[in-house]
């Protein structure tokens, strides 16, 4: 199952396939957990799945964030817990160029090598010789459960008590205490619980800006907008969840019989135009979301005012794919009647997942009035984008 170092994106997408059975065979458990049993995880990691940006001069492939998004999608389809945690935990392997390569060589010589992170609160990191003490709470740590480290975003501290940047703060495991927090309705299988540490000790080399970093490797990658780079890890996962939808209602029509008249579903023109209508959704919302992600790549180079506008944009157009794939997946789940409501079908999952994946920060509804701002000449209003 072992992916090797520098495989293409059509091996990860046949190690997908590969772990389909193993997915389904354990579902069962991730309601019941709210967490991925212990051999899915391993499987995935020993996939290369949670490694997707780590650098090549570290060992990793160093896709990018197009190649990326194809493979995060694929395994959002076949399951939205399965493809949050891929997309968090890849996501997170671009953290090869931010830091130190002794640190990432390290910490990435394991090949279960997982980064839980959060930004959905902020500590405090008070600046003492070496480094920090770091003390916080923080929600949402998708994969806590298995994670190796841990990235928490604290508010830096001088001596002096002077405020400095927002920092990343990169935690060893056994430093971390976990909260059993995760009872939700969707995502369920993710394990996004809360993690605590109380004055621990972080080395400076652990932690960097959360803006204005200064990369430690060439590729664009890493020099990509750090709060525009954790959005795209997110955001790709909606597509994923409705396509995986459409191709389970599409499989569903060709068996269901059509109510109340000859044939299967399929063969009602009502249906038909509502699959029209779900694909050309789907692929103009995706299409959309790459054309602001290549834009961003093209300014992030320019800077200036392109930079902060491309930003923006990219925000909206992460927002719009939030928004479509919860259609999409409301259409299909309307069109397939009571199928969708059974447990152990793909759409009620479908329904609960996307709903849940919507709710991320980086999808905000909000982005629409930030890209409208923009257009309309006015300040940002804000600088987390």
């Known amino acids: 199952m072992l992916v090797p170092v520098q495989a293409s994106v059509a091996d990860h997408l046949a190690a997908i396939d590969r772990l389909a059975p193993l997915i389904a065979a354990e579902r069962q458990c991730f309601d019941h957990d709210r967490r991925l049993p212990d051999a899915l995880f391993n499987a995935l990691a020993e996939a290369g799945l949670f490694r997707l940006y780590l650098p090549r001069a570290l060992g990793g492939p160093e896709f990018s964030p197009l190649d990326f998004m194809t493979i995060v999608e694929a395994a959002s389809a076949l399951d939205g817990s399965v493809g949050w945690l891929v997309g968090n935990g890849a996501g997170m392997s671009r953290i090869g160029g931010y830091l130190a390569e002794d640190a990432v060589r390290d910490w990435f010589a394991d090949p279960r090598a997982f980064i839980t992170s959060a930004t959905g609160a902020v500590g405090t990191a008070v600046a003492v010789e ?35 940047p927002p920092l990343c703060c990169y935690f060893d495991r056994s430093e971390v205490r976990v909260h059993d927090t995760w009872f939700v309705s969707g995502l369920r299988g993710t394990g996004s619980c809360d993690f605590e540490i109380r004055d621990s000790f972080v080395p400076a080399g652990h932690t960097h800006p959360l803006v204005d970093f200064q990369p430690t490797q060439a590729g664009l990658l890493y020099r990509l907008p750090g709060i525009s780079a954790f959005g795209w890890t997110v955001s790709v996962v909606p597509l994923g969840i409705a396509r995986g939808a459409l191709d389970a209602f599409i499989a569903l029509a060709s068996r269901k019989p059509r109510p109340g008249s000859p044939g299967q579903l399929r063969d009602g023109e009502l ?21 602001a992600m290549t834009d961003l790549m093209t300014a992030t180079d320019v800077g200036g005012s392109r930079l902060v506008q491309a930003r ?3 925000r909206a157009a992460c927002a719009n794919a939030a928004e479509s794939a919860a259609r999409v997946v409301d259409m299909i789940a309307a069109g397939a009647g009571t ?6 079908g793909t759409l009620e999952r479908s329904v609960r997942d996307v709903q849940a994946a919507i709710k991320h920060v980086a999808m905000s509804p909000n982005s629409y ?3 409208g701002r923009m257009s309309l000449g006015l300040a940002p209003g804000t600088s987390r984008f």
């Not at 003490?133 to 998708?142: I, K």
């Not at 994670?147 to 002096?160: E, I, S, V, Y």
């Not at 249906?271 to 054309?291: N, P, Y």
């Not at 199928?339 to 152990?344: C, H, L, N, R």
């Open 130 to 164: 070496g480094g920090y003490r770091v003390s916080g709470r923080w929600p949402f740590g998708s994969g806590a459960h298995h994670a190796t480290r841990f990235m928490g975003l604290a508010a830096a501290k001088a001596a002096d008590g002077q405020d400095g």
């Open 271 to 291: 249906v038909q135009a509502m699959v029209g209508r779900a694909e050309a959704s789907l692929r103009s919302a995706r299409a959309l979301l790459v054309e």
């Open 312 to 314: 923006a944009l990219f």
């Open 339 to 344: 199928a969708a409501i059974f447990e152990t």
């Open 369 to 371: 009035a930030l890209a």
